[in-house]
């Protein structure tokens, strides 16, 4: 008889072992609902622009170290204020470099800058494909593309 | 200065559950076994849970903003893992260390603890991509170096020749290539894509990779499955070409790799079911294990068998069979899994896998470089596909490869192996929420 009533409580046990595994699974995917709806979802969701520049280092502080320029498919870069990326900086040249999207990938094109322009620390003479993640260094400026 | 805590409460509420379900686990064989309703040694229970929850605590202190369900995933993972190797302890050998005898659940708990520790010091410490992405070849070239040395120095267990006797204790170096492996890829990939994704030769109708661009990975990659394919290890193989097409792919959106990679896959299949007597009898073995019971089929029939036993609910914990499959707590932990916790339970395990995966890809969507999203990719693709090659294996769906599953299995490298991928995952994700902050505008933390 005793051993009957330790049977059924062990099924009963064993099954509360597999429900709570599978409340665990309820929480989360729970959790994941949640973060589809979240404000990081719908950044990623937005996410419609081609790519953006993070400012890392810039002693003038023009662009603002620390901020972020949304990019368009064509960017001129340089010390004249009619360039789509405007950089103030003794070390940058009136029209620097050129920053293009062509096709799937960027490409970065020096535009006979007197100081030149790194990628990844190395000076390119030629149109340079980027990829996500790379750092560019106008003048002083130091920038990486993101996506 | 005011101290703000980046506090991860979903994080502690998907851990919380924890606390019921491993003491449990480990109350329910323990009545089982004995036969008499008493709560038995729940030592190793809330020593499992202390850990876990120590790791939540020093991620909040260290200001980890990182995705908040990896580590309750892997608890779980873990944690049902830890319950079955305590029901399988009695029952399979083991392990003498530091002048203690200890058993694979107590080593496990061990290997946890190195594990997370690791997985922590990854976290905290990787605030950069720069060592990884910066110096791939190194990493490379370590990785290399580990097989040549495995190969050379190694000792061989059940016919493959995979460990390295590191003082008193046994390493697979193999368990950690895949993670060097994974780190060059996603460096290299991140550093050609655009060369790779743009220019390509046309023969005729079909595109061709621009083979030039792709040679150096070819070549490390060539040699790795040359070092691991002669180690016997083609659990390994598998995955670690399953690892690169998956990159690849994911890197340059190119259909055409991928059937290329398959076809080149099929082909060596073939060569080596030719070539190597150790293939030819795998692959026969799962052809028809009936057709030697007693020693080459003798594993897979067992795995077989305990599913069959297992059914829809399961045995119950502690009122199996499942040690009477040879090598249960390493290659068959998840048909010991069916077997007592029936087909509800293993769905319950294969679906904590497949949130993980879920995870992982999101981390690698929101990253912001090109590094860390083919670095996230690789470690989900890398546990995602070890887990989908064991369980096929256990099934008789692929030929059965001895690897590990990952948090579940015994064995310490893969459970260090696995703990530094998820470190490898917050990190990048704390990268991921830093940028979100910077736009904000919200000040660094």
Known sequence: MTGEVLRILLLALQLGFVAILYLILLGFARSLMRDLRSAEAQQLASRTGIGRLAVL???????PAGTTI?????????????????VEDDFASASHAMLTFRGRSWFVEDQGSTNGTYVNGHRIDRPVALSYGDEIMIGRVRMRLER | MRLTLAWRWAELRMLLPLAILVPLGFFVTHVAREGVLEA????????????????????????????????????????????????LAPEVETTQAFGLQLDVAQTQL??????????????AGLRDDGPLRHYKYTWAALGIGMLVFTALFGFE?????????????AVQ?????????????????????????????????????????LLPMLALFGVVMLVVVRQNDLGQALLLFGIFLTMLFVATGRRSYVLIGLLLFVAGVFVAYRLFPHVAVRVDIWIDPFADPTDRGFQPIRGLFAFARGGLFGEGLG????????????????AAIAEELGLIGAFAVLALFLTFVFRGLRIAMLARDEFSALLAVGITASLGLQ??????????LIPLTGITLPFVSYGGSSILASFLMIGLLLSVSHRTARAIDREQGLPDR
């Open chain 2, 110 to 123: 061990l290997w946890f603890s190195v594990g997370t520790v690791a997985m922590l010091v990854v976290a």
């Open chain 1, 70 to 86: 949304s990019l368009g498919p064509i960017n001129s870069i340089g010390r004249n204020v009619n360039n789509t990326i405007y």
């Open chain 2, 387 to 396: 887990t989908l090659i064991i369980v096929a294996g256990n099934l008789k």
């Open chain 2, 319 to 334: 009122q199996g069979l499942p040690s009477s499959i040879p090598l249960v707590h390493t290659d068959f932990i998840f």
């Open chain 1, 57 to 63: 280092e810039s002693p003038d502080d023009e662009p």
């Open chain 2, 157 to 169: 267990v059940n016919g493959a020749r995979l460990w390295v006797a590191l003082g008193p204790i």
């Open chain 2, 173 to 213: 170096p193999g368990e950690f290539v895949k993670i060097v492996l994974v780190i060059f890829i996603a460096g290299y990939l991140a550093d050609n894509r655009a060369l790779l994704t743009e220019a390509s030769l046309r023969i005729g109708p079909i595109r061709v990779p621009p083979l030039p661009y």
């Open chain 2, 40 to 87: 038995g040694s729940l030592t190793l229970a809330m020593g499992y849970l202390a850990l876990m929850l120590a790791a939540h605590a020093i991620l909040v202190l260290s200001g980890q903003r990182g995705d908040q369900l990896l580590l309750p995933l892997v608890a779980t993972i873990g944690g049902v893992g830890l319950v079955m190797l305590n029901r």
